[in-house]
């Protein structure tokens, strides 16, 4: 008489959605052999950070990248907030990114600058003791031009024929590259097909017409 015990009663739901059930205790109570307490509860779905992805994961020069967060369910009322990281300087992101209410995902803007050597950059998103990752490749961006020849021989020309030569200019580099001038020196060779300055983006090529047209023998 007067000792007490304490049971624990647990509701671990496997779906969403409302329960009900029944505890029921039975003894030799002089008030009833058996108490019957009704169980309810509802069963719901809590949003936690389930990935983070971005548009690109290589990225040449400076540029902008499409971020994205998302969540196992619905953002609640009030919205989601996740807490975003990069480990390089070269790569800002917003402190936070908030999902809306009802929602499961939101974006975000990665600013990306030059780097004159290839590196690594990992985007963090964090929330809720859940840390999920995104890495992006940052790509040297250098200028590079290449000439298809090294020396150009005419060789005998007769005088006051005019004979020409093509040089090819590519962009070989990460970057574009700016051709300022082209000039020659030398009696008899002059230049032409194409404006200065001209920029070529990697990859593009330009021709130019390198003539000798001699004005005496020798």
């Keep these: 008489p007067g000792q007490t015990t304490t049971l624990s009663v647990q509701f671990d739901p496997a779906s969403a959605g409302p329960a009900t059930g029944q505890l029921s205790i039975s003894s030799n109570s002089a008030s009833g052999s058996t108490a019957t307490l009704p169980l ?9 950070l389930s990935g983070l992805t971005c548009g690109t994961s290589s990225i040449t020069g400076s540029g902008t990248d499409a971020c994205t967060v998302t969540l196992t369910a619905a953002a609640p009322t009030g919205g989601f907030t996740v807490g ?48 999920k990752t995104f890495g992006i490749q940052l ?3 250098t200028p590079m031009l290449s000439i298809n020849t090294a020396s150009i021989a005419f060789g ?39 404006s200065f300055p001209l920029t070529l983006a990697p990859g593009q090529t330009t021709t130019l017409s390198v003539q000798f047209d001699p004005a005496s023998a020798g």
């Design 84 to 131: 975003l990281t990069s480990n390089n300087a070269s790569v800002t992101v917003p402190t936070t990114v908030t999902i809306p209410a009802s929602a499961t995902s939101a974006g975000f803007t990665a600013t990306v600058a030059s780097v004159t050597t290839t590196q690594a950059d990992t985007l963090t998103a964090s929330a809720g003791g859940v840390s």
């Design 156 to 194: 005998n020309v007769a005088v006051n024929t005019a004979t020409n030569q093509s040089v090819v200019l590519s962009s070989t580099g990460t970057a574009p590259v700016t051709v300022n001038s082209a000039t020659v020196a030398g009696a008899g060779f002059s230049v032409s097909g194409a």
């Design 139 to 141: 790509n040297a961006y």
């Design 40 to 48: 309810s509860g509802t069963g719901t779905i809590v949003a936690a």
